[in-house]
């Protein structure tokens, strides 16, 4: 009917391509563990919990949300020092790193099931009213 083999091939060169993208578009030959390094294995797991373990769609949005605000952030945040200060007195990405930490702490003491958690994580969760 079809190949298993040419599927699985399409497959990961599918999945190669976004990660290539973001390595400065140097080819991958292999998808291999030790080509993540400790950084990005942490904002993968952040990723997870700040939008919700169980949820796809809390993932995405955990996902989303680590993505792009730091980017914004790193925009805004050297105009923002110079217009406050006369110079920037905080690197940006020590600010980022800085507001990421606090972003997981208030995840963790106010919503610890994350954004969109799913139904079985949130019950499980939930303090039992007696």
Excluded: C, H, Y
């Amino acid at each position: 009917m079809f190949d298993k083999d040419a599927v699985k091939q399409k497959i990961a060169e599918f999945l190669k391509q976004p990660v290539s993208r973001l390595q400065d578009d140097v080819p991958l030959t292999n998808l291999v563990v030790e080509s993540f390094i400790l950084v990005e294995s942490v904002m993968v797991l952040a990723m997870v919990v700040l939008g919700g373990m169980g949820n796809i769609w809390g993932v995405v949005l955990g996902a989303v949300l680590l993505s792009f605000v730091p980017e914004l952030l790193r925009e805004w945040v050297g105009p923002v020092q110079t217009a406050l200060f006369g110079r920037p007195l905080i690197e940006p990405e020590v600010i980022r790193m800085l507001l990421f930490g606090l972003a997981l702490v208030l995840m963790m003491l106010f919503r610890p099931a994350g954004i969109l958690p799913s139904a079985l994580r949130k019950r499980e969760l939930e303090v039992v009213k007696t």
